[in-house]
Every structure is written in structure tokens, then in C-alpha cells.
């Protein structure tokens, strides 16, 4: 099945990218390599993630130690989000003790 990035999911990924890229070329290449292994995979076995919850139809395949959250579709298969496992998603607001709500 085909698989597409959505456009939060390509920014992570160009953002990773550019991040390892200052640790060496081959960091960066291999970042680029996993997921691109991650999304064939996906794309060969669309139900291999388990579904997240309470979310009704995400699924979320962990290449440690990233998360590639997707949705299959009737004619693809959408990769809504990725994201390091230490990472929480970006739209998460910390309150003055800190906590993440």
C-alpha cells in the first residue's frame, strides 16, 4: 500500500535530520534510512502497529526510539506524526510545577 508523510510528520523529520546532521553525516543517514525502512514496512503490513487509544483508527509503530503514529486509509496509508520515544508531542503546554497536561 502506498504511504504518504503528512506535513507535521516531514517537518520532524527534515528537524531530526538536521539535528543529528551535527553529530555526522552518518547519524543523519541512518535516521533517514530507519524510517524509510519503518514506513516500507507499514506500508507491506499496514496493521502491524497496535491502535492508540482513545484515538479511533491511529495506529503507532515503534522503530525504537521512534514512534511513527499513521492512519490506514482506503487507498493509503497517512503518517501523521514521528517522534522520539523521550518526546513528548509538541503541543503540550507545562504548568508552573512543570507538569506536562
Same mark, same amino acid.
Given at each position: 500500500? /502506498?504511504?504518504?508523510?503528512?506535513?507535521e $510528520?516531514?517537518?520532524?523529520v +527534515?528537524r +531530526?535530520r538536521?539535528? @543529528? $546532521?551535527q553529530? %555526522? !553525516?552518518?547519524? $543523519?543517514?541512518a535516521?533517514? #534510512?530507519?524510517?524509510? /525502512?519503518a *514506513?516500507r @514496512?507499514?506500508? #507491506?503490513?499496514?496493521h502491524?502497529g &497496535?491502535?492508540v $487509544?482513545?484515538? +479511533?483508527?491511529?495506529? !503507532?509503530?515503534v522503530?525504537a526510539p521512534?514512534?511513527l #503514529?499513521?492512519? &490506514?486509509? *482506503?487507498d493509503?496509508?497517512?503518517i501523521?506524526s &514521528?517522534?522520539? %520515544? !523521550?518526546? %513528548?508531542?509538541?503541543d @503540550?503546554e /507545562?504548568d508552573?510545577d512543570? *507538569?506536562? +497536561?
Open positions: 500500500m /502506498k504511504v504518504r508523510f503528512s506535513q $510528520a516531514i517537518r520532524y +527534515e +531530526e538536521y539535528y @543529528l $546532521a553529530f %555526522g !553525516r552518518r547519524t $543523519a543517514v535516521f533517514s #534510512d530507519q524510517i524509510k /525502512k *514506513a @514496512l507499514i506500508g #507491506d503490513h499496514p502491524v &497496535v491502535v $487509544a482513545p484515538a +479511533e483508527n491511529v495506529r !503507532r509503530f522503530s521512534y514512534h #503514529d499513521y492512519v &490506514v486509509q *482506503a493509503r496509508i497517512m501523521i &514521528v517522534m522520539h %520515544g !523521550r518526546q %513528548g508531542p509538541a @503540550l /507545562k508552573d512543570d *507538569a506536562f +497536561e
